[in-house]
């Protein structure tokens, strides 16, 4: 019996590093379909654009399993979780007992029903493989289009563009990256893409992909009767839970796998962290799917002590989301682009620089900066640490806000001086 972790990112060190702080003895097995050992994910797009080699995006050294007395199943699949007999089937017919299990399995790509998609040259961009069946690709594309202008398809246009491919980003919302970003922000990340030569279509979206007599796509017909020509189409609508499996066992799933405040399920010994898991919300209180890196890290840890024995609480998920899109760097936390009656926004252009402050009342709740990121961390401790901000609300978007406009208590406070 051990302790059984299904994937192999980011949630699953959390999970790895926390149980072996409490438990030294008891073996650890870790089963993922990806053939590699853990990676630094959101590295694919740096590597898609020949930025960084595969052999510089390990998120630990090589020698993490054996260190932290890992079995590491790489290239398996796990199809179903027995509960009753606490098992886990494997897609060769293999089984592998638990004695505690977490479901560490991530988003996958949300591909929408389209004429098309059975075309070669269709792709997801989310992980290694993906990035490599691209660059493989390269020297047969010369147009690409994007469907999507989140986080994903504008880091995975960006990449292109590095690479000499020409890109055309399509997107159904008014602006890009609508999801977290204003009319102004959205603005000027938008007109950073397109000087540098990417191609941006709003308010539209791709209503059929076009294949010539190989199976290959050569175009794209929009929804509002455009037809681009294009040798490949990147799916970047979104991402959602992959959970499948695990609601055919039994698990409770909502949009994701819901769990508590110490990640664990509705079956006994069965605990679910990251990208997968519908959690608490540091915020709005309530549970939410949020497919932030860092939180997915937080969750794995907070699962691991629990499984191992150790009582520890998640105190809830935060969205914080960091980007550098040709130059422009953007920083989003919280509640960055929500409209209600009990939040008031404070904000400021200046140029390519966009700030905005978004307040529940004395409290900062939400944030988004884009061009000049200098206080972000500041900022989004604010919303953390749920700093009351009462006496410095007239400074909070200023270029020079810091620690000086702090009350003197709480400025002692923060920087640990008596």
């Keep these: 019996m051990s302790y059984v972790i299904i994937g192999n990112s980011v949630a699953a060190v959390g999970a790895i590093e926390a149980i072996r702080k409490v438990d030294k003895e008891i073996r650890i097995t870790v089963i993922s379909d990806e053939p590699y050992s853990v990676y630094s994910r959101p590295l694919i797009s740096e590597y898609l654009a ?14 993490f399993y054996e260190k932290n007395g890992v079995t590491a199943m790489l290239g398996k699949r796990v199809t179903a979780i027995d509960p009753a007999k606490k098992s886990v089937k494997l897609d060769n017919g293999e089984e592998i007992a638990y004695a505690k299990l977490l479901i560490a399995t991530g988003g996958t790509p949300f591909v929408p029903p389209m004429k098309g998609l059975e075309l070669g040259r269709v792709m997801t961009f989310i992980k290694m493989d993906d990035a490599k069946h691209i660059e493989e690709m390269l020297p047969e594309l010369k147009h690409v289009v994007v469907i999507g202008a989140g986080l994903i398809g504008l ?25 977290v970003l204003d009319t102004d922000a959205g603005a000027i990340v938008q007109g950073a893409l397109e000087k540098a030569g990417v191609n941006i ?11 010539d007599n190989m199976g290959l796509v050569n175009g794209v017909k929009l929804k509002s009767g455009e037809a681009l020509d ?4 990147i799916v970047a609508i979104g991402v959602i839970p992959n959970a499948g499996f695990a609601k055919e066992s039994g698990v409770e799933v909502n949009r994701g796998i819901i769990v508590d405040d110490h990640m664990r399920t509705n079956l006994p010994d069965i605990y679910a962290a990251g990208d997968v898991t519908e959690g608490p919300d540091y915020l709005n209180g ?4 949020m497919p932030i890196w860092p939180n997915a890290y937080i969750q794995g840890k907070i699962a691991g002590f629990n499984m191992a024995g150790v009582d520890r609480e998640f105190k809830g998920g935060l969205a914080v989301n960091s980007i550098e899109l040709f130059g422009v760097p953007v920083v989003t936390a919280g509640l960055s682009n929500t409209e209600s009656d009990d939040l008031e926004v404070l904000s400021s252009v200046e140029g390519d620089t966009y700030r905005k402050i978004v307040l529940r009342g004395s409290m900062v709740v939400g944030a988004v900066m884009v061009g000049n990121i200098d206080r972000a961390g500041l900022i989004t401790g604010l919303i953390r640490d749920r700093i009351d901000v009462s006496n410095m609300r007239d400074r909070l978007l200023a270029n020079d806000f810091g620690y000086i406009d702090f009350p003197v208590e709480l400025r002692k406070e923060r920087l640990g001086v008596s």
């Design 286 to 289: 309530g549970k939410r799917v």
């Design 201 to 211: 279509i709003t308010e539209d979206t791709v209503e059929e992909i076009l294949g």
């Design 230 to 233: 294009c040798d490949a189409v």
């Design 155 to 179: 880091k995975a246009a960006e990449s292109l563009h590095h690479r000499g491919v020409k890109v055309t980003v399509v997107e159904l919302a008014n602006r890009v990256m609508a999801a």
């Design 50 to 63: 020949g930025q960084v080699k595969e052999d510089m995006m390990g998120y630990r050294d090589p020698g």
